[in-house]
């Protein structure tokens, strides 16, 4: 029954974007034909210079909030989220990832193979059932883009939701007026080039989802800046009762404070300063996948402590995978 749900998933991954980029696009529509025309009639009749400049300012910034959104939601989809086969070491963009598997192999501390499709699995992979293979650092599989999230792209996952969350608050903060008028049916005046019902329908999406991808957004900032994906969340929740319950303390190995977890995640540093986050552009994770730094406070645990810890996120390694709907 499980594999015919994960087959179903698998096989309406195209539906999903087709209907995911159609309502983005509705909107974008709702608001070039209704909303900037309802805020800037008066600036273009007025004809004053601050008009104008505000009219070109507002077309820009939406412009570049618009291209952002398709630019990550793209990157989500097309970027390999990472994975143990030939194919997926050789589009690393880690020279060393030419030599993944082989390395791996040679050097984990604690070697692991995944019981599904009998490749190494470095530690924080994890066996994604809908796509059938193992993904470096796996968050969950999301049918939205049609792949999983993980290594490769968690990071334009993240940004997309971000520039979507943002760009949904915009809407109807300026979309609310002329959302109340083409609710007033009896005012049959409507001079816009796009239908009443559609504005009704793209302003009350743009609320539900600006609700919803918000939570989830928020959610997934928690665990950046935790440094743990949704799987180790879980894991990691119990682990931090056992560990009160016996008087130890708890170490989340990856952890290295809010700012140098936020830092690692958008790959922050000399090569990719702070704004490139506000610039769409390609923008590979920090590392390749298969082996994580380890903060100070673990190398600081007793050594049985230290290899509990591990074997503790391997066993989480072999839970159900995560999948979002
Ligand atoms: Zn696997
Ligand atoms: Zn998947």
């Not at 086969?85 to 030599?99: C, K, M, P, Q, V």
């Amino acid at each position: 029954m499980a594999q015919v749900v994960d087959r179903a998933i698998f096989s309406a991954g195209p539906v999903f974007i087709i209907i995911a980029v159609g309502l983005v696009d509705m909107c974008v529509l709702a608001y070039y034909l209704i909303v900037f025309p309802y805020n800037h009639h008066l600036s273009l009749q007025e004809s004053t210079f601050l008009g104008k400049l505000s009219m070109v300012f507002t077309i820009l910034f939406t412009l570049y909030m618009v291209y952002c959104i398709h630019f990550h939601y793209y990157m989500s989809i097309r970027t390999r989220p990472g994975g143990m086969t030939n194919l997926d070491i050789e589009a690393g963009e880690d020279e060393s990832t030419n030599h993944g598997l082989l390395e791996y192999e040679e050097s984990a501390q604690y070697p692991k193979t995944c019981k599904k499709c009998h490749l190494p699995k470095p530690e924080r992979a994890h066996h994604c059932s809908v796509c059938n293979a193992c993904v470096l650092r796996f968050d969950h599989h999301c049918p939205w883009i049609h792949n999983c999230v993980g290594h490769y792209n968690h990071r334009y996952f993240v940004l997309f939701m971000t520039y979507m969350v943002l760009s949904a608050i915009y809407f109807v903060v300026f979309g609310w007026r002329p959302f109340i008028i083409c609710l007033d049916i009896l005012n049959p005046e409507w001079p816009y080039y796009f239908p009443r019902p559609l504005m009704a329908f793209a302003y009350i999406l743009s609320i539900c989802m600006g609700l919803a991808l918000g939570a989830l957004c928020a959610w997934h900032y928690y665990l950046v800046l935790t440094a743990q994906t949704t799987v180790e969340f879980y894991n990691n929740y119990y682990e931090k009762g056992v560990a009160k319950s016996q008087g130890e303390v708890f170490v989340n190995m990856y952890d290295f404070g809010y700012v140098e977890n936020i830092r690692r995640f958008f790959n922050i540093g000399d090569k990719y300063p702070w704004y490139t986050v506000f610039y769409p552009i390609p923008v590979p994770p920090r590392g390749n996948g298969r082996y994580f730094d380890r903060c100070q406070e673990f190398y600081m645990l007793p050594a049985a402590q230290q290899e509990d810890t591990i074997l503790a996120n391997q066993a989480v390694q072999d839970l159900e995978d995560i999948k979002d709907l």
